[in-house]
């Protein structure tokens, strides 16, 4: 695929994201639902088709894609297994990471295999976000000592590394280390990290843990990035626009299946007002709290497009591992995952029917 020209390659992950979402994912994603494990032939799929490293510039061996481009096989891949695109999703925020970071060694060391899906990452970085920290990091001789909790970390012995930020004690400033994850429970350092399984009612087969880090090394080598607080919450408009590729990724899959239902004038609407959804996402970039709004708008759209599909299949909808039932509670996931309290208000007050501030 690399050897393509830019159009085309860009047109060709296109329509593998489409063939591995609709062929490979979803007729599986029941299946996954009901195990709690994402097979390993999901992550070889995606390998595979060139889409672990979407979101990496060309001169970092990407395909160059425009940010929209991204985002669409972002919601694409969502609509075909939500646990599968979730935790996969936890990769880009690592290759761009690395493809923007000065520490050469690190990014000649990793970035290569993360962005053809060699090595898989997760993220871990809600740590940071409230205030004080959940995450801090205190200065050594010859790098850091993390300390601290990550309540929701995705892909728990499934990848391969973990970006784990952290707060400087002493600045404020916002650290992010790249770690094997192979290393953190070390028999050196029995409990320097703690795991503990969180149990989730949708998207279980995210692996989800509850991460606490005790005194945990962290050497200036694994070091990919040092940002001021104000430039880590200006940067996350990007990280908030990813995330919000999840609720269209369930209207995409409720739309489908109303088509297959034979309530297709609903469909239709419902895929209008997802395009309207999304324009306004899109045009929030540069403005938190119009992006927090247009964020929630998009959450509670998926939530009513689930509950048009539980209405069209009416019974059949209340049978535990159907389709419609899996993916009214994934609306649940989307709801609160990857969301912040400005957000978790902002629904608050839509479903309550109250005015906010906008």
């Known amino acids: 695929m690399s050897n393509q020209d830019p159009a085309a390659r860009r047109s060709t992950l296109r329509t593998e994201a489409l063939r591995v979402a609709d062929d490979v994912l979803f007729p599986a994603a029941a299946g996954v639902d009901r195990t709690g494990v994402v097979p390993s032939s999901h992550w070889r799929a995606l390998a595979d088709a060139g889409l672990y490293g979407i979101a990496a510039p060309v001169e970092a061996g990407g395909p160059g894609l425009e940010f929209g481009e991204v985002t669409e096989i972002l919601e694409v891949l969502v609509s075909g297994c939500l646990s599968t695109a979730f935790t996969w999703l ?43 920290p959940r995450m801090t990091a205190t200065r050594t001789d010859d790098g850091w000592v993390f300390t601290g909790h990550a309540p929701f970390v995705s892909g728990w012995g499934t990848v391969d590394l973990l970006q784990i930020s952290a707060r400087d004690t002493e600045t404020d400033d916002v650290i992010a280390a790249i770690l094997p994850t192979a290393e953190l429970p070390t028999a050196e350092l029995p409990t320097a990290v703690r795991a503990s399984p969180v149990e989730l009612t949708a998207a279980a087969a995210t692996s989800t843990v509850s991460l606490q880090v005790d005194g945990l090394p962290v050497p200036d080598a694994r070091v990919v990035s040092r940002v001021s607080i104000d430039e880590f919450f200006t940067n996350q408009n990007v990280g908030v626009r990813l995330n919000g590729t999840l609720p269209f990724g369930l209207v995409r899959r ?33 403005d938190a709290t119009a992006l927090s709004a247009a964020r929630a708008d998009a959450a509670r759209l998926a939530l009513e497009a689930v509950a048009a599909l539980v209405a069209a299949r009416g019974g059949e ?42």
């Open 90 to 132: 936890q990769h880009h925020g690592v290759v761009i990471s690395l493809s923007r970071t000065p520490n050469r060694s690190l990014r000649d060391e990793l970035l290569e295999p993360t962005v053809t899906g060699r090595l898989r990452a997760g993220v871990a970085y809600a740590g940071v976000v409230p205030s004080p």
């Open 317 to 358: 909808a209340l049978l535990r591992g159907s389709d419609a039932e899996r993916l009214f509670r994934e609306a649940s996931f989307i709801l609160v995952a990857a969301s912040r309290p400005e957000l978790k208000d902002l629904l608050v007050r839509r479903f309550a029917g109250e005015p906010d501030s906008r």
């Open 254 to 286: 409720c739309t489908a299946l109303l088509d297959v239902a034979g309530r297709a004038p609903a469909a239709r609407r419902l895929r209008e007002r997802a395009d309207e959804a999304r324009m306004a996402l899109d045009s929030a970039m540069d």
